[in-house]
């Protein structure tokens, strides 16, 4: 089973607010949008002076989910989350220490990490899902899930040796296997919006595919 994140910039998987010094820690602001395309898409590896140190919240908030997103398509999560992220996923993904402050200044705990997710797989099958291109030109084969519609069918034979992965040809994307998410239930941290995946199953004998929910 998988699981689809909601990477839509509403909602409490998106969390307000600006980084703090970030505009003197890297004062290129060429550099800084550029980064902002690598937060969002796990384009490449960073270094750590390419991650923000503070972001600080501009609402109050009683808590946050295990993992959100920020400003310029940051990916943050709480530790209980990258604790689990990497038992199952060991050394799999990149985490920066990252300071989440509440509007009062408070820091937030648990403490939090940058995530950058690098690893894709070619799991969706475009015919049985909800997707679109982003744009019109044909030489161009990036396409977007259409959240609302919670409506994507994953092959699970290209995703048996990962649990936390972005889709290659799906910029933005971010999914998780069930044992991940699963997991992370029993933290009893909030959890972050993300919606239940159909699986292509191949019969053996017939070479006709059906699908399981």
């Given at each position: 089973?998988?699981?689809?994140?909601?990477?839509?910039i509403?909602?409490p998987q998106?969390?307000t607010?600006g980084?703090?010094?970030?505009e003197?820690?890297?004062p290129?602001v060429?550099?800084?949008?550029?980064l902002?395309?690598?937060?969002a898409?796990?384009?490449?590896q960073?270094?750590?002076?390419?991650?923000?140190?503070?972001?600080?919240l501009?609402?109050?908030?009683?808590?946050?989910p295990a993992?959100?997103?920020?400003?310029?398509g940051l990916?943050?999560?709480?530790k209980?989350?990258?604790?689990?992220?990497?038992?199952?996923?060991?050394?799999l993904?990149?985490?920066?220490p990252?300071?989440?402050?509440h509007r009062?200044?408070?820091?937030?705990d648990?403490?939090c990490y940058?995530i950058?997710?690098?690893?894709t797989r070619d799991?969706?099958?475009?015919?049985q899902?909800?997707?679109e291109k982003f744009?019109?030109?044909?030489?161009?084969?990036?396409k977007?899930?259409?959240?609302?519609?919670k409506?994507?069918t994953?092959?699970p034979?290209?995703?048996s040796?990962?649990?936390?992965w972005r889709?290659?040809?799906?910029?933005q994307?971010l999914?998780?296997?069930?044992?991940?998410r699963?997991?992370?239930k029993?933290?009893?941290l909030?959890m972050?919006?993300?919606?239940?995946a159909k699986?292509l199953?191949?019969k053996?004998?017939?070479?006709?595919?059906?699908?399981c929910?």
């Amino acid at each position: 089973m998988t699981y689809v994140f909601n990477l839509q910039i509403v909602g409490p998987q998106f969390q307000t607010g600006g980084f703090v010094g970030f505009e003197e820690q890297i004062p290129d602001v060429s550099m800084r949008a550029s980064l902002s395309n690598v937060y969002a898409e796990g384009t490449r590896q960073l270094v750590s002076k390419e991650i923000p140190k503070i972001f600080k919240l501009d609402k109050a908030r009683d808590s946050l989910p295990a993992s959100f997103m920020v400003q310029n398509g940051l990916y943050i999560v709480q530790k209980p989350f990258y604790d689990l992220i990497e038992q199952l996923d060991p050394c799999l993904h990149q985490f920066f220490p990252i300071e989440v402050r509440h509007r009062n200044g408070t820091p937030h705990d648990p403490p939090c990490y940058a995530i950058n997710v690098t690893e894709t797989r070619d799991s969706i099958v475009d015919q049985q899902s909800s997707v679109e291109k982003f744009v019109t030109n044909p030489k161009n084969t990036d396409k977007h899930i259409i959240y609302y519609k919670k409506d994507i069918t994953v092959d699970p034979s290209t995703i048996s040796d990962i649990h936390l992965w972005r889709e290659a040809r799906y910029p933005q994307s971010l999914l998780m296997s069930d044992e991940l998410r699963d997991a992370l239930k029993e933290t009893g941290l909030r959890m972050p919006r993300c919606f239940k995946a159909k699986t292509l199953k191949v019969k053996e004998k017939k070479k006709n595919y059906d699908l399981c929910v």
